[in-house]
């Protein structure tokens, strides 16, 4: 069997049916290429149109924040797949603010929303499908940031904190179904949205002192960043036969640079 450079088998997912939320750019791209050069069938979605999406996937608009958005990509993975196997929730993000107190309460619910809840409501639309197959994994992307929790970023980094807990707890229920769930945190990683992010902490919240421009290439031991590759490399070994006995764990990619909890 080939290999490929990004470490998953050429055919390991043939005849498998993905969903992967939030596949237009960084960590969500690299997730869908990887499942199509390794056979799968895969579904992808974004909040709006784009003309990024790998090639040979599907995509749907969706805004999975809300129940509607999450109900209207659940038939749309029925119509396009006729089920979902593998199910990556990749959706996420939050704008920081000077401190905790400056966070309103409607970023709050929206980062509830985006982070956490988004992914219980589609799992609750998904998982019937699965548990009557006995047969299905599911991967929930959460952030190291969670090991770090600090004002600006609080309501990501809660609703993130949230997801991991809800994420073992679904790996124990659907485990005797032989459905896995895990999921993968990771560190600073080279994407569009990272960059994004870390303009506005820049704009909005960085002292002197703390300036981004002046932050060192990369604080991780093995000295760079994660690349959206090194991530999708991780959630296709997760996906996979390969680890079959693997379940409610959360796997955190990020170079070294979190101290083990």
Same mark, same amino acid.
């Given at each position: 069997m080939t290999t490929l450079e990004n470490g998953s088998n050429k055919g390991e997912f043939a005849g498998k049916r993905a969903l992967v939320t939030g596949g237009s750019r960084g960590i969500g791209a690299a997730i869908v290429r990887q499942l199509l050069d390794a056979g799968a069938e895969v579904l992808t979605t974004a909040r709006s149109a784009t003309s990024t999406v790998p090639e040979g996937a599907a995509f749907v608009t969706a805004d999975v924040r809300t129940r509607a958005g999450a109900e209207s990509l659940a &038939?749309?993975?029925?119509?396009?797949?006729?089920? #979902?196997?593998?199910?990556?929730?990749?959706?996420?993000?939050?704008?920081p603010h000077k401190d905790a107190s400056a966070?309103?309460?409607?970023?709050?619910?929206?980062?509830?929303?985006?982070?956490?809840? &988004?992914?219980v409501r589609l799992d609750a639309l998904? #998982?019937?499908g699965m548990r009557e197959r006995r047969s299905g994994q599911i991967v929930h992307i959460s952030s190291a940031a969670v090991l770090t929790p600090i004002g600006p970023f609080l309501h990501y980094q809660a609703a993130k904190a949230a997801l991991e807990n809800y994420s073992r707890g679904m790996a124990v229920e659907l485990a005797p179904f032989g459905i896995r769930v895990n999921s993968v945190s990771p560190g600073k990683t080279a994407t569009p949205g990272g960059e994004e992010t870390r303009e506005l902490w820049a704009r909005t919240v960085a002292t002197p002192s703390q300036d981004a421009s002046s932050e060192p290439d990369s604080t991780a031991p093995l000295g760079r960043d994660g690349e959206p590759d090194d991530i999708a490399n991780a959630v296709l070994f997760l996906l996979s036969d390969r680890a079959s006995w693997l379940t409610g764990r959360n796997l955190i990619l990020d170079g070294g640079e979190y101290p083990m909890n």
């Open positions: &038939a749309a993975a029925q119509d396009v797949l006729g089920g #979902v196997d593998l199910l990556v929730h990749n959706v996420g993000g939050a704008r966070i309103p309460d409607e970023e709050w619910q929206d980062a509830l929303d985006l982070n956490f809840l &988004a992914s998904l #998982v019937p």
